[in-house]
């Protein structure tokens, strides 16, 4: 469990952090480590440079601007789970957050590192997807804002360049009337998602205006699941609209396979979680 | 003053919970070397050439050995420990285990060369630049499967790829008979899975040779130092004994996995004598997972025949039991001496035949793992009990109290003879499962889980009750059967000048917390308080000699060493006592710390007592000075701790996930001396069980390839897995050793596996489904109930 040799360095802004990145061919961001630092111990991962970027403010802080819900990329998934403002505004994140990894993990682990790694089993690309949120990224030429649908492009792929850092996720504040939940099934030993369902309902008088439901750990990437979505807007949210509105939950996307859950096992749990996201969501 | 019977907090806690824990890996050599050993990929391959120049000039390497090299200096392979031979009375194939392999490598993980350098840094770093040319062979990895003719040989003098057949119990005509006249037979096919130790601290060796004196240094992650300096000096490296120092420090864990000899113990120690620096090695958890002797792993049918009235006539069981690629220490007598003799279990069968084949595959070699051949036996028994009572509509806990051994306390009443070479010390096998049933309040469970079925949510009970044979063992009886080493234990009592007192003992703990339990004993035989006991083990220049710590035998027989030597130094007290006191020593009782002149005031204490024997200017005549006394107990018999678990489970219907709602214990071990650290042992081992039950197992592919060797993969039990867990104990005392103790370190995780998967059949019921294999994963038990 030994990496190859890398040159360690600290970034004290995000200039610097950029100006590295560009500088050096070969060079990986390093926030709070826990994919990374495995990836490096199997050596599946062998950078010549690592550009350390936990410590800059620039990349802390949870805030509301105007509508928005602004996290930065350095914020801990703890930060998030405990946050009262993610609470209030956009609740599943909160949710969410309290079931990534284990309390260490909460801790250090980063929500923008998470999002760059783009583990087609991670919790947050599922919420991203569900919430519409906007990646904002800078690089050389300054800074550019990519939709969570555009950003998750396959399997531990995303659609940030090799010379940009990923700095802030801004997710809108829904309006009111909307209910979030996200609901997930745990693959009992790494305890990221089998099945990670994220689920946003807005409802008028009992009938669904708005629903967003997205998947994670079911296909090569986390994926909007547009057939619940349309299936439900529109209607009466109840059991029955529930019920048949999730059977499309795994359709449309290659389902994975493995030792802990066979593709017809996950797409079972997908239309499970699914029901269980938008019940909860009331 | 008594400490028997206290729950003590453990003296080692202190050290181990603020990081002074002094752990193998922790020891830092002047010169220290690091080695890192290059493992075959492949599960089964030539090794057709390997070229290290590239990687021996890279900074900082300092020596690269491969498989010739060792072959060349003559070395022999790790020994095998345990004989079993065939039926016909041929000998087991034994294939050599070479520390390094030459030619052929015969599982992935197989040690194909040791890199040396100044770091561990630049050894990693030279293992990818060595070049190895392989030809991969298929490989079989199922046992069953491996016998077949046809398959691939994982040593070509080992035809059909047996290691050995063997069989015990009653002849199985006579078996056959009893079968045939049964009014039901419930019968069984299953695999006790494959699972990985996963001991906390990774192995890890250092080897440290001074050509001053000749000597070696051997600090080793060992639940046995003195079993490893035996095998390594007289059968691997032919070094003298008396110029090897074996140190088993702290240990974090074993589970079995570090009782037995490993070829990097050796490798480290011959390659500080030809480096002449010291030589460490340290295991990655990758590594762990594919190096550390693995457990369980038998493929079984096991029938059980009844009478109308549902009173056990006959059991019959064939196993084939996976040895893995090599003969680690003690693997033949896992699943032949360590299973086939607990098949009696608490019940009166009348007629077993139990038939084994002992099979090669290339996977990591098998071994004990806790519990070793006992949760095997338990698991068959329990799971035919259970199935024998749906199949008959009879009640799974009726079924068993009608069918248990009555009541015998192995004093008054005789030991119970098994028809599997056993004969039980003492039981009282209905009393623990009436007082599991009363905890769990049976006919009220019964009762909530009909309302329940009702409401479509599916709730199960399970029952299982055991038997194990501990305190391992009575050197004649264990050379009998195959053992080549003895397995008493030894214990030195020194009392120090001051009256303070340094116990030797051949037991090592790993996590038991004998630094207080034998504490605990020594002050309470003494009447001395805690703190002027000091426990020493897992030294081979302090200790005489020891056999470790494994299958429960630490109290049993390492305790039992120590009582003996204590009432040596009692014996010899007396004795000066009695000179100081003016008395005979026959006059004198000791209690409370001092000899007292019976009927009298009149009294001495240790202390001066002990003083007087350093300082022995007035002095009984003839007497020897010093007060320090050695035992080596060799016990009667085996103990035999049994119990009673039950859980209840809740299944999921929608996903199939099993959640254990809660799970009762009444153990009965013998005497406890620390409560606390009994039901710490009880509370880890169900831990362990139920993890076997419901989430581990290795899982090979058909190139045998082990898919699931990291933590991301393998499923270890964890806190909020688990329930409170409910345990009780009842004493019957073991009526053969002067403790009285039984044994408690595997108790937990022997009883537990067969309950938690008899709750989820019970859960299960409705469906149908009478048999569901391990581990019992949402999969699993999903796919089940929509067949």
């Known amino acids: ?282 | 003053m008594t400490f028997i019977g206290k729950s003590v907090k453990r003296v080692e806690d202190q050290r181990f919970l603020t990081g002074k824990g002094r752990y193998t890996d922790d020891i830092v050599l002047p010169g220290m070397t690091y080695a890192y050993i290059l493992r075959s990929p492949y599960a089964h391959a030539k090794i057709l050439s390997i070229n290290t120049s590239k990687a021996e000039a890279m900074d900082g390497v300092v020596k690269i050995f491969t498989g010739k090299d060792i072959a060349a200096a003559g070395i022999n392979g790790v020994p095998c420990g345990w004989q079993v031979n065939f039926k016909n009375g041929d000998t087991m194939k034994e294939p050599p285990h070479p520390l390094l392999v030459a030619d052929k490598a015969r599982y992935a993980g197989d040690g194909v060369a040791m890199i040396i350098a100044e770091s561990k840094e630049a050894a990693r770093d030279a293992a990818d630049m060595v070049d190895v040319e392989y030809e991969e062979l298929d490989a079989v990895t199922n046992a069953a499967d491996a016998v077949a003719d046809g398959k691939p040989l994982v040593h070509d003098d080992a035809p059909n790829n047996m290691c050995f057949d063997w069989e015990l119990g009653n002849p199985i005509d006579e078996v056959n008979a009893a079968m045939s006249a049964a009014d039901h037979i419930t019968s069984l096919e299953f695999t006790n899975q494959r699972v990985i130790p996963n001991a906390m601290e990774p192995r890890a060796a250092i080897g440290q040779y001074e050509d001053h004196s000749g000597k070696y240094t051997l600090h080793t992650t060992s639940q046995n130092p003195h079993l490893t300096r035996l095998l390594m000096c007289a059968f691997v490296l032919g070094v003298p004994e008396h110029k090897v120092r074996v140190v088993a420090p702290d240990v974090g864990g074993g589970f079995g996995s570090k009782i037995f000899h490993y070829a990097e113990e050796a490798l480290v120690i011959w390659a500080s004598k030809q480096l002449n620096r010291p030589v460490k090695w340290t295991s990655d958890r990758s590594e762990a997972f594919l190096t550390d002797a693995h457990g369980r792993d038998h493929i079984s049918k096991a029938e059980m025949g009844f009478d109308k009235d549902g009173n056990i006539l006959a059991l019959r069981v064939k196993t084939h039991a996976n040895l893995g690629a090599y003969l680690s220490t003690f693997a033949p007598c896992v699943p032949t001496w360590l299973h086939g003799t607990l098949l009696q279990g608490l019940y009166t069968t009348p007629k077993i035949n139990v038939d084994v084949t002992g099979v090669f595959t290339h996977t990591t070699p098998v071994d004990a793992y806790r519990g070793a051949g006992r949760p095997e036996a338990t698991y068959l028994l329990e799971r035919l009990l259970d199935k024998a009572a749906l199949e008959m509509k009879r009640d799974p806990a009726e079924l068993r109290l009608q069918n248990f051994i009555p009541a015998f306390d192995g004093v008054k009443e005789e030991g119970y003879m098994t028809q599997v070479a056993l004969q039980y010390d003492s039981g009282n096998y209905h009393g623990v499962l009436e007082r599991a049933l009363e905890m769990v309040g049976y006919e009220d469970f019964r009762k909530e889980q009909a309302a329940a079925r009702d409401e479509g949510r599916l709730l199960g009970i399970g029952f299982s009750t055991y038997i194990e044979a501990c305190g391992i063992a009575p050197s004649a009886v264990v050379g009998a059967l195959g053992a080549r080493a003895g397995l008493y234990e030894s214990a030195q009592v020194r009392v120090q000048p001051t009256g303070k007192v340094s116990v030797y003992s051949g037991s090592h703990s790993h996590g038991q917390g004998h630094e207080t339990t034998f504490a605990q004993v020594v002050a309470d035989k003494l009447g001395i308080p805690l703190e002027d006991v000091e426990i020493v083990h897992g030294d081979s220049e302090a200790v005489a000699f020891g056999m470790g710590t494994y299958g429960s035998r630490s109290l049993a027989v390492g305790g039992s060493a120590i009582v003996r030597s204590i009432e040596k130094v009692l014996e010899k007290g007396a004795q000066i006592a009695a000179h100081k006191l003016e008395a005979n020593p026959e006059d004198l009782e000791y209690a409370g710390g001092k000899w007292t002149v019976k009927g009298t005031d009149k009294s001495v204490a240790f202390g001066d007592v002990a003083l007087t024997a350093y300082v022995p200017h007035d002095y009984p005549q003839g007497l020897e000075p010093g007060m320090d006394f050695s035992s080596f107990y060799d016990p009667a018999n085996f103990t035999y701790p049994f119990g009673a678990h039950i859980a209840i489970v809740e299944v999921d219907k929608d996903t199939g996930k099993v959640s254990l709602k809660r799970f009762i214990a009444v153990d009965d071990v013998g005497n406890v001396i620390n409560p606390m650290i009994v039901d710490g042992q009880i509370h880890g081992g169900l831990a362990q069980g139920i993890g076997q039950a419901l989430f581990e197992g290795a899982i090979y592919d058909e190139y045998g390839q082990l898919t699931n060797g990291s933590y991301m993969d393998y499923t270890m039990p964890r806190a909020d897995d688990l329930p409170s867990f409910e345990v009780d104990r009842q004493v019957t005392p073991c009526p053969h050793n002067p403790l009285g103790v039984k044994g408690a370190g595997e108790a937990g995780c022997i009883g537990s596996t067969p309950a938690v998967v008899n709750a989820v059949m019970d859960a299960l019921a409705p469906f149908g489904i009478k048999d569901l294999e391990m581990p019992m994963t949402p999969e699993r038990v999903w796919r089940t109930m929509n067949s």
Request: charged residues 20%.
């Open chain 1, 1 to 282: 469990m030994i990496p190859t040799g890398f040159t360690y360095h600290r970034a004290s802004s995000l200039k610097e952090a950029l100006d590295l990145l560009n500088t050096h061919d070969d060079a990986k961001l390093l926030a709070g480590g826990h994919s990374l630092i495995p990836a490096l111990k199997l050596r599946l991962n062998q950078p010549a440079h690592l550009i350390d970027i936990s410590r800059l403010d620039d990349l802390k802080g949870i805030k509301e601007e105007g509508g928005t819900l602004v996290i930065g990329a350095g914020v801990t998934h703890g930060e998030i789970a405990h946050s009262d403002l993610v609470k209030e505004k956009v609740a599943m994140l909160a949710e969410a957050a309290d079931l990534i990894g284990d309390v260490q993990v909460r801790n250090v682990g980063t929500i923008g590192g998470s999002l760059a790694h783009a583990d087609p089993a991670a919790d947050w690309p599922a919420l991203m997807l569900a919430a519409e949120a906007e990646i904002t990224v800078l690089g050389p030429n300054g800074s550019r804002s990519i939709s969570a649908e555009d950003f998750f492009t396959g399997f531990y792929e995303t659609a940030l360049g090799e010379d940009e850092v990923l700095t802030s996720i801004r997710i809108p504040i829904p309006p009111a009337g909307t209910s979030t939940s996200y609901q997930k099934f745990m693959q009992p030993a790494s305890r990221f998602a089998i099945v990670g369902c994220a689920a946003m309902i807005t409802r008028t008088n009992g009938t669904c205006d708005r629903v967003r439901v997205a998947f994670t750990g079911v296909a090569d990437k986390a994926y909007r699941a547009k057939g619940i979505e349309d299936a439900l807007t529109g209607k009466a949210y109840d059991t029955g609209n529930i019920e048949a509105a999730v059977s499309s939950a795994a359709e449309g996307v290659d389902v994975m396979s493995d030792h802990f859950a066979s593709e017809e096992y996950r797409s079972h749990l997908a239309r499970v979680y699914a029901r269980k996201a938008l019940s909860a969501a009331s």
